[in-house]
């Protein structure tokens, strides 16, 4: 089954500055999920990434796909405390479309 | 709201017992997915529908979890003689079915095995 690793586990920003989180999978990519999760609840789709090189934007967060590199990046700029939760990549198998987790981002905004 | 519901959101009960989660899906999303998420983990999958027709069930934790979609509408998810150790999150999710479509998800239904 595909994995995907997230670096960081977790991290801690001060509110109004941007972070970045990383999704590197262990098998070739060929849609990518971001989906964002505060605790206890479901998942929120963010947005989806399915060619080489695809960027999205959707408010302030920005990801992008790097086929070769089997990896996608999340960016937020100027985050807020409505940011903070858990964001969790999901990789798409084209046999069942089922998705594959990361073990996930907690990310803390810091007033 | 017509998202995708789950009921209860939360179950506790005793070692040994049968539990059952329902999901309703969005009304016209045809491919409706079961996962179990633990503390500090992502989602896993368990199985995956597609109308009424059950296509992977594999992933199925062992032979006391069964689920059904039987008119291709809701979904249960049934786990026999529970165990302490399937306290989890369990998820659902469901999609239009055409390929790549994103799957949303529902708020979830928390079980604790006592």
């Known amino acids: 089954s595909q994995e995907l690793e997230q670096s960081p586990q977790s991290l801690i920003v001060q509110e109004g500055k941007n972070l970045t989180i990383n999704c590197t999978s262990s098998k070739t990519l060929y849609g990518l999920y971001w989906y964002k999760q505060k605790y206890g609840e479901g998942l929120i789709f963010l947005m989806m990434l399915q060619k080489g090189g695809e960027e999205k934007s959707h408010e302030k967060i920005t990801a992008k796909l790097d086929e070769k590199k089997q990896q996608s990046s999340l960016h937020i700029t100027a985050s807020q405390p409505s940011h903070a939760g858990i964001y969790l990549c999901?990789?798409?198998?084209?046999?069942?479309?089922?998705?594959?987790f990361g073990a996930g981002t907690t990310v803390t905004v810091r007033a | 709201d017509t998202g995708v519901s789950q009921d209860p959101r939360h179950k506790i009960t005793k070692r040994g017992q049968n539990v059952t989660f329902r999901c309703d899906p969005i009304s016209e999303h045809n491919r409706l997915y079961w996962y179990r998420q633990t503390l500090g983990q992502g989602p896993e999958f368990l199985t995956y529908f597609q109308n009424e027709a059950q296509l992977e069930k594999s992933r199925l934790l062992s032979d006391r979890f069964s689920a059904e979609r039987p008119k291709g509408s809701f979904s249960t998810l049934e786990i026999q003689r529970t165990e302490q150790g399937d306290s989890a999150m369990y998820l659902c999710a469901s999609s239009p079915g055409t390929d790549y479509n994103e799957q949303f998800f529902g708020p979830g239904t928390r079980l604790t095995v006592l």
């Open positions: 999901g990789a798409v198998s084209l046999r069942d479309y089922k998705l594959s």
